[in-house]
């Protein structure tokens, strides 16, 4: 699952790239290890030029929070090999929605 702010920077990177190639696509995706990959279809592009903006954007994501674009946020570890992006504010456990009000 691709968090929000991860979301919109692929929005960002496709509305960038449509003034090169009109019919480019980007495809966020979370890989294996917890971190955005990019996958930019294009028709003009060729590969090499996709890969390398897509990892000049994935480069970003990488300390950007995933949940509200915060820069600099910390990366932790999630599980065995699993990372995630997110800064002090998001980094709270999930609480059920319809559980009683707490104080922040
Ligand atoms: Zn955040």
Redesign the pocket.
Known sequence: MVGA?WRSLAEDLERELRNLDPSAVVHPTVDASGLLRLKVVSEVLNRREAGAIARRWQAKAATM??????PD?AVRVAGPDVVTV??????QPVVPASGSERSP
């Open positions: 702010a929070c995933e949940c509200c674009g915060e946020s997110v800064c002090a504010d998001c980094d």
